[in-house]
């Protein structure tokens, strides 16, 4: 799904990473984007609680930020007499959400195609090298 | 590379993903730390500013943090009469890295098995729902 051409391994910025939003980086944050996102419909707040081990608290305010950066919905209902909180992805942040994946994609390939072996005990590079 | 096995999408803590250690998710050491994999010989600490598009400030306290939680190795000494500092990735610290980038595949693998459609304009669970 992406786009990457890969560019030479030492010009400038190249592991710079822009596209990788703070927002939805954070690591608690990709995982309430991940979940929402397998699941268009939507999450009730307790579900999406449990699917991603947080608290009330915790929750509530990455859903917050993410309301803020105009990733996520909230929608207030009822189930039978029970008030509930529905936390959909909209539509913009899926969009957002995509390209960010495919700036995720770019670092596991540019990792991934990094040499197998493991690093001497030394720098090589010239002698007289000891560390700091 | 992953022993991601498919876990059923609404099982507790599906989303947590507790393998993206904090260290090196921060998205300038992630880059910092991709851009060390790829160079197992190491990188000049000028190197790695340009290659990360990092200040000086910045570099110094992301190494420090990478340094402290065992990830790299700092080296002091000399190209013809000028000091320098050349960063390396440690054996566990490619270890752990590589642990990483299999939850980072997870997270990609989840997020690229959802539904491609977009959500519909309202959540169809029930009636009654309204934007909070």
Same mark, same amino acid.
């Given at each position: ?34 979940? /929402?996102?397998? !699941?268009? *419909?939507? +999450? ?5 609680? @449990? ?5 009330? %608290? #915790? /929750?509530?305010? !990455?859903? *917050?930020? +993410? ?5 996520? @919905? ?5 189930? %039978? #007499? ?6 959909? +992805? ?21 990792? +991934? ?20």
């Amino acid at each position: 799904m992406s786009n990457h051409k890969a560019k030479p391994i030492d010009s400038t910025g190249r592991f710079a990473y822009d596209g990788l939003e703070r927002v939805i980086h954070e690591k608690a944050r990709l995982g309430i984007v991940t979940s /929402l996102v397998t !699941h268009p *419909q939507g +999450l009730l707040f307790n579900d999406l609680k @449990e699917l991603c081990l947080l608290t009330d %608290g #915790n /929750l509530s305010r !990455h859903l *917050q930020i +993410l309301h803020e950066a105009g990733f996520v @919905e909230v929608w207030k209902g009822y189930q %039978g #007499n029970r008030p509930q909180t529905l936390v959909r +992805l909209t539509t913009d942040g899926r969009k957002r959400f995509l390209d960010y994946l495919a700036v995720l994609e770019s670092v596991l390939t540019d990792a +991934l195609a990094a040499p197998k072996e493991a690093p001497s005990a030394k720098p090589d590079i010239a002698e007289g090298w000891s560390p700091a």
